[in-house]
């Protein structure tokens, strides 16, 4: 499975594709819902399993870093948006 992601302003493109076949899955999102959604899952994951349990089922640890990434990013996105927003109106 190859996973692409693509971003185009505020909109995120995901594709799916099995192999070197034509991609099985096309669609579009708003970068921030998508991403929120990416970000409650992980956190009932981890609510859910921990992390021990984590690393055992798949591994390696749970991607604390890149989590917290995440987190800072919808953030500061929407502190962009609501920037954004704000400046029109001046």
Do not use: N
Not at 53 to 70: N, S, T, V
Not at 73 to 86: D, N, P, T, V, Y
């Amino acid at each position: 499975m190859v996973w692409e992601f693509r971003r185009t302003d505020s909109v995120l493109t995901v594709k799916a594709q099995w192999d070197h076949e034509e991609a099985s899955f096309v669609g579009d999102d708003d970068l921030v819902h998508f991403s929120s959604e990416v970000d409650k899952q992980l956190d009932a994951l981890l609510f859910e399993w921990g992390e021990e349990r984590y690393a055992k089922h798949w591994g390696y640890p749970f991607p604390k870093e890149a989590h917290a990434a995440l987190k800072q990013a919808i953030k500061l996105e929407c502190q962009r948006r609501e920037s954004q927003g704000s400046d029109s109106h001046d």
